[in-house]
């Protein structure tokens, strides 16, 4: 489910590819597009790993493959503080239930991704001080999007002025995802496209505008 997707910021969040806001008066938006497997996780954990050597407070989670014997058998979650579990699995059952929630051969465990993510982002929102922390969403997608409790906590997150959200979203494909198309058409999100030929040359763009919108 890796689709193509979007990196951005805004004073309060990132999302898919990628994309940050801001509200201190105005808003600010970035975010960023990448086809699958284009590496925008890998590029926002090394946004993350700059934030953090210069002491910038950051929450969230990102996804990251699982594989066994170098096949691919599905996501996990990971969050900041490096509690993992699953999002996803491969099922070898082609039947389909109706109480699973798939995603091609994948069927999404929202019970883990729930317990996971939910307290996270909740404690970003709950969050205060002078100092506006960066909440990172890796990604806003199909498979989270099964979940009306993320969809509910994204959205309260994107009302708030507190934060600053750097995320990935993926590239419009198919029928649109709701929650995708907010965030995209958002006049206080800044979208950053990636692609193989910039993924290694965008770094810097976007941590400016992560720091432009905590300002």
């Not at 082609?94 to 069927?107: A, D, K, L, M």
Request: glycine share 10%.
């Amino acid at each position: 489910m890796q689709a193509p997707g979007r990196v951005g910021s805004r004073h309060g969040r990132t999302s898919g590819g990628s994309w940050a806001r801001s509200l201190p008066e105005g808003t600010v938006r970035g975010c960023r597009r990448c086809p699958s497997r284009i590496g925008k996780t890998t590029l926002i954990q090394k946004v993350t790993q700059a934030l953090k050597s210069s002491d910038v407070p950051i929450d969230g989670f990102y996804t990251e493959e699982v594989k066994e014997g170098g096949r691919r058998r599905g996501f996990d979650v990971v969050t900041s503080s490096g509690k993992r579990g699953p999002l996803s699995r491969v099922s070898s059952d082609s039947s389909t239930s109706r109480r699973e929630c798939r995603v091609g051969q994948y069927v999404v465990d929202v019970v883990s991704f729930e317990h996971l993510v939910l307290p996270v982002l909740r404690n970003v929102n709950q969050g205060s001080g002078a100092e506006k922390k960066i909440c990172i969403i890796d990604e806003i997608g199909k498979m989270e999007l099964f979940s009306q409790a993320f969809i509910q906590a994204v959205r309260q997150m994107l009302t708030g002025s507190g934060t600053v959200i750097l995320g990935t979203i993926p590239i419009p494909k198919g029928k649109p995802l709701d929650l995708v198309e907010e965030i995209r058409s958002r006049k206080d999100v800044e979208v950053f496209t990636v692609s193989k030929e910039n993924r290694n040359n965008i770094l810097q763009d976007i941590l400016a505008a992560v720091e432009s919108c905590r300002r």
